[in-house]
């Protein structure tokens, strides 16, 4: 079992940055991949990054290369999306998941094993 809690959301404006984390308990933290997704308004959970577990490999959707970065930090079971240059289609429910099976980083939804409650990011402007 794990446990993920996500936090950092909020209402921002344009260019602005936000930075998400996600806090995971239960499973050794180490030992699994990590993904970041979002869900705007009337759509499906869209796959934003997702890193494996020693942080070296990453994966990222085209919508957020070069703007968006995922990191983990280990020791402290947490992990990270740094947001930058945010725009409106931005907007959305974003979610942390973990993904128990060994292997490089997917890009799958349904790979996802472990879901949090998401966390609210709002860009106006």
């Known amino acids: 079992q794990v446990q993920l809690v996500e936090s950092g959301g909020g209402l921002v404006q344009a260019g602005d940055s936000l930075r998400l984390s996600c806090a995971a308990s239960?499973?050794?933290?180490?030992?699994?991949?990590m993904g970041w997704f979002r869900q705007a308004p009337g759509k499906q959970h869209e796959i934003l990054a997702a890193?494996?577990?020693?942080?070296?490999?990453?994966y990222y959707a085209n919508s957020v290369a070069g703007r968006f970065t995922i990191s983990r930090d280990n020791g402290k079971n947490t992990v990270y999306l740094q947001m930058n240059s945010l725009a409106g289609e931005d907007t959305g429910v974003y979610f942390c998941a973990a993904d128990l099976e060994v292997g490089p980083p997917s890009n799958i939804v349904y790979d996802y094993d472990y879901w949090g409650q998401g966390t609210q990011v709002t860009v106006s402007g």
């Open positions: 239960g499973r050794t933290f180490s030992s699994y991949a």
């Open positions: 890193v494996d577990w020693s942080g070296t490999k990453t």
